[in-house]
């Protein structure tokens, strides 16, 4: 006996390059990728007799991605995953739920000789924003943003001391030492009247705040310092998760040939490498 416990369906990699066009040919450009996944009971069927009538095809999915990014005003890919949500639970009454997720390639504008940024020339930043919305009949939408692949690297004001040892400890302990990493990160909302734009740079500026200017005893310290300073200064932000992996770089040994390290010249070493996560979640002071 075989019982059917949970399904979804979508459309998935629906590239999409919006641009919104102002007055004097000043532009804004959404770039991403996007995937749609349905729920609903009645989508059973298709799974266990073969019944497509309540399936939406997927094909319909991917055009209603395109139709909607025109029709519609929005600032944020986070607007955007809200209305197209909207639309398939307005549209089709037996679809229960809609997530909708999004990864956006950055782009700035470019800055020419004259120190004057372009109205509509851009070049590419190496994060991604992602947004995940999720939509429910009844239900406000949850939106959570995110950041991934941003590198970053201070080459002082980092070390690693007083971690437990034992027989298979071979690290050395220091108070300087190259701390690189790549964030992995998102948030989640407590409410929908978000600038969310905002609060992206403001994540990113939180991130460059802690890492630049406060000395770092671990990975784990800079992290939670991170998403405490996110909290602190976006109360629209409930919980914040974070990845660091620490891209690690030791000093090479020149002991072989007779020279000193002077901690100038390191390897960098992709692998293996650390990796710290951590969720923190706003406090709220109970009366």
Known sequence: MATLIDNRYGKARVRVLRVFKGPNEYHKVFDFDCRVLLRGAEFSETYLTGDNSKVVATDT?????????????????????????????????????????????????????????????????????????????????????????????????????????????????????????????????????????????????????IFAQTYSRSVQETLFLIAKDVISKVPQVEQVHLSLPNKHAFGFDFSRLNIENNQTVFQPVEEPSGLIEGTIKRSHSRL
């Open 61 to 209: 999915m991917k055009n209603t991605v395109y139709v909607i990014a025109q029709k519609e005003e929005f600032k944020s890919l986070e607007e955007y995953g809200i209305l197209l949500g909207k639309h398939f639970l307005a549209t089709y009454s037996w679809v229960n739920g809609v997530e909708v997720v999004m990864r956006e390639n950055q782009w700035r504008r470019i800055k020419t000789s004259n120190g004057k940024e372009q109205a509509h020339s851009f070049q590419r930043d190496r994060e991604i924003h992602s947004v995940t919305v999720t939509s429910s009949r009844d239900k406000s939408p949850v939106v959570v943003s995110g950041i991934d692949d941003l590198l970053i690297m201070k080459t002082t004001q980092s070390g690693f001391e007083g971690f437990h040892r034992d027989k298979y400890t071979s690290l050395k302990e220091t108070k300087d030492r190259v701390f690189a990493t790549v964030v992995t990160a998102n948030w989640t909302y407590n409410t929908l009247s978000v600038d969310y734009s905002k609060v992206f740079e403001q994540f990113k500026l939180s991130v460059f705040d």
